[in-house]
T-cell receptor, first 117, second 114 residues
Framework: AQTVTQSQPEMSVQEAETVTLSCTYD???????LFWYKQPPSRQMILVIR??????QNATENRFSVNFQKAAKSFSLKISDSQLGDTAMYFC??????????????FGKGTKLSVIP | GAGVSQTPSNKVTEKGKYVELRCDPI?????LYWYRQSLGQGPEFLIY????????DSGLPNDRFFAVRPEGSVSTLKIQRTERGDSAVYLC????????????FGPGTRLTVT
């Protein structure tokens, strides 16, 4: 079974500054995806960024980038130029893509990010 | 196009009652997932449908929970003899196929059992 750990229940950042959210995971699989999802108060889970485990290059999406350390099983999210609209819960998630399972997502407990004007 | 929709948005019921929660996935998506998100937690997997069949129901907590997807589109999550511990947000997600990495989530149904 896979586990995902987010050790920062809450974080805050000044508008326009940079913040990094931490995530570690545990798995015995070699083929998997990692994701960061954003959940604003509306409850809608929104995909922020994904990383395929076989890719060494870190994924980037505009102001969002990840630091993927496969050997350390670490997957942190960096948000640059933070905006007020980034205020939300952020969830790290794991998906086994080995083909044996149902491709369900395993989530961490989340980090509540507040962007301060 | 339309995203995943869930009804009702909020449901309050008394302990012991039966409830049904509905999910309308994105048209053409064959894979459908239900997750449960308790207060202060991340979503937890309940059940996965590929087409009409429940391919993986390993996350259902007990036999009071059941889900169907009779025509391979709309899905209904059914909870019998509700308990206060069932209070949570129930999220539905769909994807184009099982191995499509991106799951699209609905806004969830907040269930409160009094």
């Amino acid at each position: 079974a896979q586990t995902v750990t987010q050790s920062q229940p809450e974080m805050s950042v000044q508008e326009a500054e940079t913040v990094t959210l931490s995530c570690t995971y545990d798995t015995s699989e070699n083929n998997y995806y990692l994701f960061w999802y954003k959940q604003p108060p509306s409850r809608q889970m929104i995909l922020v960024i994904r990383q395929e485990a076989y890719k060494q290059q870190n994924a980037t999406e505009n102001r969002f980038s990840v630091n993927f350390q496969k050997a350390a099983k670490s997957f942190s999210l960096k948000i640059s130029d933070s905006q007020l609209g980034d205020t939300a819960m952020y969830f790290c998630a794991f998906m086994d893509s080995s083909g044996a399972g149902s491709y369900q997502l395993t989530f961490g407990k989340g980090t509540k990010l507040s962007v301060i004007p | 196009g339309a995203g995943v929709s869930q009804t009702p948005s909020n449901k309050v019921t008394e302990k012991g009652k039966y409830v049904e929660l509905r999910c309308d996935p994105i048209s053409g998506h064959t894979a459908l997932y239900w997750y449960r998100q308790s207060l202060g937690q991340g979503p937890e997997f309940l059940i996965y449908f590929q087409g009409t069949g429940a391919a993986d129901d390993s996350g259902l907590p007990n036999d009071r929970f059941f889900a169907v997807r009779p025509e391979g589109s709309v899905s209904t999550l059914k909870i019998q003899r509700t308990e206060r511990g069932d209070s949570a947000v129930y999220l539905c997600a769909s994807s184009l196929s099982r191995d499509s990495y991106e799951q699209y989530f609905g806004p969830g149904t907040r269930l409160t059992v009094t």
